[in-house]
C-alpha cells in the first residue's frame, strides 16, 4: 500500500474503487464529477448522501460504524468526465480541520483491499477538503493526492465545480463591493435541479449574533415529520438523541378487485461492514435478544390504522447492529401498482406519537420495496432516511443483498 503526498499519484490496477475518508469526528464526504473544464454539467453530477448515485459514482455511507466512501466505477464514468473529485468536511457546522486531520484510503472496491492512503498535512482553518481525484489521462485513470483546503465549508468547493449554490436571502456577504450608481443585478432564475446539500448554503457573518446554524439535517424538535424519498430525519429532541423503544408501522389497502393482497412487513438487520445480522418477519417474530418484534402477519392489508408493527427498541441492540432496512413484500405476487396507499410511520412507542411518516406515492411493478431505513451514527444517534426503492422479490430473504447495498 502506497502511502501518497500532497501531488503524487498512482495508476489504478482496479476498475472500481472506494475513496473512504475518516477522522476522529463525523465527516460529509462528496464526489463531483468534472468535465475537461473542472466543471459540473449540472448539479447531477453532485453526488453526496442525499443524492447517493450518479452514472459510475456513488455515495456509500459507513453506517455509523465506518467512513462514508465515494465508489467509483471507472468503466462506467460517462464519456466527457474526466475527474472526479472526493470531498470532505466536518458534520458540525463551523467545525475547522484543526487538530482532526482526516485520512483517504483509496481501496478496490470488489474486495477492499487499501491501495494507497493519503492524510493532508498542516490544516488549520479549512472547512472543506478536496482531498483526492480520480482522473483520467491518456486513457489510464489514475488517483492523485491533492489536499486542498476551503475556508468556506463545501459552498467554496460547489462553487469553484459549478454546483447551483442556493444563498440564505440576508446572510450571505456580497462577493464584490457593489457599484456605487446602480444596484446589483437580480440573479437570473435558476431551473429546478437534483438536491443539494444543504450545508452549501453560505456561511453567515459573524456579527450580528445569527440564529443556530443550519445543519442541513431534520430533527425531531418541531414535531412531526413527512419525509421525501431519500430525505433523512436525526432521531434527536431537545439536542437528545432517542434512545427509547420507537414502532414502525407499515400499512396498505387492499385490492378492490380479484383477491386479497398479502403483504409481510420485515426489518433487516446489519453490522458495520454490511454484513447480514438477521431479519424479522412474520416467520421470526423476534431478533437480536427482543430487541426488535414483529406484530404479525396480516394477510389481506383489512383494517384501520397499521396493517403490521416492528416495535425496535434502540437502546437495547447490540453495538454491532449498526443498520436497519424496512421492507414489505408482497408475498400473494401482486405487484406494488395494485397496491393502495403504501406508507411507513415510526412512532413513540410509549405515548404512540407519530415522529415520522413516508407516505409511498408513486411505484413500480415489482414485488417488493425497501421502505426507510434506520442508521447508526458515530455519536450514537440514529438517522431515518426514506427509501422507497423497489426490488423483485416476494420474500424478505431476496431482500437481504439489495438491502446491503443501499445502506
Known amino acids: ?17 472506494a475513496v473512504d475518508v ?17 466543471k459540473v454539467r449540472s448539479d447531477d453530477d453532485f453526488i453526496f448522501y442525499n443524492q447517493p448515485a450518479g452514472p459510475g459514482v456513488s455515495y456509500r455511507s459507513g453506517g455509523g460504524a465506518a467512513p462514508d466512501a465515494i465508489v467509483v466505477d471507472t468503466s462506467a464514468v460517462p464519456p466527457g468526465i474526466e ?40 490544516l488549520g482553518a479549512e472547512t472543506a477538503l478536496v482531498i483526492v481525484e480520480i482522473y483520467l489521462r491518456n ?39 457593489p457599484a456605487p ?8 432564475p435558476v431551473p429546478p435541479a437534483a438536491p443539494v446539500d444543504p450545508r452549501l448554503a453560505a456561511p453567515a457573518p459573524p456579527a450580528p449574533p445569527a440564529p443556530a446554524p443550519v445543519t442541513g439535517k431534520i430533527n425531531l424538535d418541531k414535531g412531526r415529520v413527512s419525509l421525501q424519498k431519500n430525505q433523512t430525519v436525526s432521531l434527536v429532541k431537545g439536542g437528545r438523541p432517542l434512545l427509547s423503544q420507537v414502532k414502525m408501522g407499515l400499512g396498505w389497502e387492499p385490492a378492490f378487485r380479484g383477491k386479497d393482497i ?51 427498541d434502540l437502546g437495547r441492540l447490540p453495538a454491532d447492529a449498526t443498520g436497519l432496512v424496512f421492507t414489505v413484500n408482497s408475498f400473494s405476487g401482486q405487484k406494488f401498482t395494485e397496491v393502495a396507499k403504501a406508507y411507513c ?39 431515518m432516511t426514506a427509501m ?20
Open 22 to 38: 475518516a477522522a476522529p469526528v463525523r465527516l460529509d464526504v462528496s464526489g463531483l464529477l468534472l468535465t475537461a473544464d473542472g
Open 262 to 312: 398479502d403483504l409481510d412487513a420485515s426489518v433487516i438487520a446489519y453490522g458495520p461492514k454490511r454484513n447480514h445480522l438477521d431479519s424479522c418477519y412474520f416467520g421470526k417474530l423476534n431478533i437480536l435478544n427482543n430487541a426488535i418484534r414483529h406484530s404479525g402477519d396480516n394477510l389481506t392489508g383489512e383494517g384501520a390504522g397499521d396493517d403490521e408493527v416492528i416495535t425496535v
Open 1 to 17: 500500500m502506497t502511502a501518497m503526498t500532497p501531488g503524487s499519484n498512482i495508476p489504478l490496477p482496479a476498475a472500481r474503487v
Open 181 to 188: 450608481v446602480a444596484p446589483p443585478a437580480p440573479p437570473a
Open 388 to 407: 422507497g426503492d423497489f426490488v423483485k422479490s416476494r420474500t424478505v430473504r431476496g431482500m437481504v443483498k439489495p438491502a446491503a447495498q443501499a445502506l
Open 83 to 122: 475527474k472526479i473529485v472526493v470531498t470532505a468536511s466536518p458534520d458540525a457546522a463551523g467545525q475547522t480541520f484543526q487538530g482532526i486531520e482526516p485520512t483517504a484510503t483509496i481501496r478496490n472496491a470488489d474486495d477492499g483491499s487499501p491501495l494507497a492512503t493519503f492524510t493532508p498535512p498542516r
Open 139 to 177: 486513457g489510464v485513470w489514475k488517483a492523485r493526492a491533492v489536499g486542498q483546503g476551503y475556508a468556506n465549508g463545501l459552498a467554496g468547493i460547489a462553487t469553484d465545480f459549478g454546483v447551483s449554490v442556493e444563498e440564505e436571502p440576508a446572510a450571505a456577504a456580497p462577493v464584490a463591493p
Open 345 to 383: 410511520r415510526l412512532m413513540d412507542a410509549a405515548t404512540g406519537e407519530e415522529l415520522v411518516r413516508f407516505d409511498l406515492t408513486g411505484a413500480e411493478p415489482q414485488t417488493g420495496v425497501m421502505m426507510a431505513k434506520l442508521i447508526r451514527q458515530f455519536s450514537g444517534e440514529w438517522e
